[in-house]
């Protein structure tokens, strides 16, 4: 892609109302815009961004075993009536008559509805455990939506939903997918910590939540530092092991503020090792068992030919909120550098251009061509701006690596540069290499 | 995967309003199930193929140079007056009211909102022409919504938006899109018709729908049988190229009932090519021209710095539609076969299963992981059921193609069965070289 082709409205004018680093970088890259208060379109290299995550999300939901599926965004209050959430979810649920008068409502989550899809196709334990998930639009109406795609009114959100049989199996599902969430945020190169936590307008009493360190994050975290030592390659995908994972996370004290207690986290962490920072939420899992399955009658034969509520959990990764996350995250000094695995391109080429000798965008012409014949994503940035300007913007576009044509690139031998190191010498051939691995 | 495992309720409850075959079939297959009147969510088999359709359709937008990008579900309705069209769109508007009394809407279609994104961030004929477009769900309060997916309120849509600086333009873009919409359709097997259609609420006075042939369509339609003749593959994607395609295609009569006239019918189609039947509408494109840019203030500079309305076409796929009209295209004779490129699966295994014997069944899974290795995707039909209703339930998924290990199946000499052919017997080898081709 030419960059002047690319839809890439960059502007310098950052109003006022953004007031966190994320906010501020995707609105001057040009990766989404306002369309009205707390909802927002995602242009081109916002929205190249967004599906590399949620890629990433699927892979490692598809890992797990999970199916994919995609439940509606509107959805009939009438569910929500028989779990007994309709009154108690307040204002933040957009709430919806349509033309023939009926309730109708935004989804903000989806315990009800994949209740209701289970409980009319699965009779027997035979066929558990199940996981079921998707990927979709959701909307909570928040009183003052702000610091852009991390708290806005409508979010692209994975919600994956677990069914099983007895409270031990369902232990084991749990497991499974706080396995898959440590290695989704892995492969976006984020450090997430799993927290106990508190569960709020879902249910249940046992909760995770993921959470990545950052200045501007929502919450007060308070954690053990040794939790950074865990490595997650040790543990296989077997039932044993995973038991064994989330034994070693919770037996060190990490805990969000809500479930902060000074004696305990002075009982249980070395002083040296208290880490006390701040961090944004990023998934979120639920084990609720038979919250929403025993009042919306979803029933299973066991194999006594029994009759019992299914057991369920529910497990939400914000996608759309994994963005500004992730800038939130990587964004330090004036420079953005995505993690290669979710940036928007996988290099840029950027020629120095002269207006009376066309070498040099030649080249970039040249070198652009290559590139694509090896599937390399590449951006080639010819827009005629003096250089140092363009750094400036690329410092913010935030591609891991650039290939320079200018005074230092000669022949084969090219100026490429890693961002937030200095640039070398190579040749084509072992640049192609670097990207490709 | 294991049918034992895959969410795949099949039934054969069909209820009383489900009155043509595709929606019933998506019923009794398990790929849909309604949440309420007109609101379906996707189960894994229909989200499947579903999500094979948008490939296409993407890849053939990504081809012609358009860009994508993601709009909101939730619009203001202010852009709306701002077209004049807020009050024009009557009650098939699905109209909301935030907590804050703001007038919002759930988008019915993106002509507004594209144009507000446009007008904010291109000011020159330099940055021309652009096509940008997104797939995402829309929704219109049906009053009687019916034929499952074919006619429902939440629907998959891909809408693009093409840009230009001059009507002459502006019919570029157009034809790059119609030979775009032909390609699509044919890598799904369905062989669309492009015909001089309405413009309706989208307004403007160039349109054309493209139509596939069913007896079960919702649109008369009269057409020469010789618009058959016409080879897309003898177009080239250049300007000269797309022009005489189109004009090779407008030539030949070919209307829906709003544009039928009989004189021209009898005048221009002989006798004997005359084609009255029914169609469904799987893609509508429309040349609008200034209908938006002028009231909406979406000015371009020109070569001369004169500011001028951007002219702008839009061009709309039904990929939710798509799914039934599919079906509706290629279910006869109580047998569904998919197009190979969109069928949820590449292949079924069917053994006959002996609760006494596992020689079918170990052979089956032997078979399955050799598959799985070449990255073909195949299913695994492990149910105990007798092998006449298996084939029965398998004439109704439509994989188009099966591996039958029973009496047939000797060594490495397998029975193979292409749905609504007569079955061979091959080696495994063979087999594979077919699935992949």
Partial sequence: MYLSKLFVPITKDIPAEAKIKSHQ??????????????????????????????????????????????MPTIQSAEIWKESGRYEDYGEEMLRIKDRQGREMLYGPTNEELITD???????????????????QWKFRDEIRPRFGVMRCKEF??????????????????????????????????????????????????LSHEFVILAETGESQIYADKNIFQIDLNEYKFDEASLKKMR????????????KFKKDNFDKFVKKENQMITRGIEVGHIFYFSDKYSEPMNCLIDDKNGKKTSVKMGSYGIGVSRLVGATIE???????????????????????????NNTENIDKAEKIYKELKKQ????LL?????????????????????????????KGDELEFKELNSKSEILSLDKIKSKLIT
Avoid: C
Avoid at 117 to 133: A, G
Avoid at 178 to 200: C, E, Q, V, W
Avoid at 384 to 391: A, I, L, T, Y
Avoid at 393 to 406: A, E, M, R, S, V
């Fill in 375 to 378: 599937n390399i994503d590449v």
């Fill in 381 to 409: 940035d010819d827009v005629d701006e003096n250089m140092s300007n363009k750094f400036k913007k690329h410092d913010l576009i935030g591609i891991p690596f650039q290939i320079i044509i200018g005074s230092k690139s």
């Fill in 156 to 205: 692209f959100m994975k919600d994956a939903y677990s069914f099983d049989l007895t409270d031990e199996d369902a232990k084991k599902s749990y497991n499974k997918m706080f396995y898959s969430y440590l290695k989704t945020f892995n492969r976006m190169g984020l450090k997430a910590i799993p927290m106990a936590a508190d569960t709020g307008p879902i249910g249940g009493d």
């Fill in 117 to 135: 899809v289970f409980r009319s196709s699965v009779k027997s334990y035979k066929s558990l455990p199940q996981i079921l998930y998707h990927i």
């Fill in 25 to 70: 970088l995707m609105l001057q890259t040009g990766m989404i815009k306002q369309s009205s208060a707390g909802i927002y379109s995602w242009l081109p290299l916002g929205f190249k961004v967004m599906k590399k995550i949620e890629n990433i999300v699927r892979e490692e939901q598809n890992f797990i075993g999970a199916q994919e599926m995609l």
């Fill in 247 to 258: 034994n070693d996370f919770t037996n060190i004290y990490a805990v969000t503020d809500e």
């Fill in 329 to 355: 995250a990587n964004y330090n000094n004036n420079v953005m550098k995505w993690p290669k695995s979710i940036s928007p391109f996988d290099v840029v080429i950027l020629p120095s251009i002269n207006k």
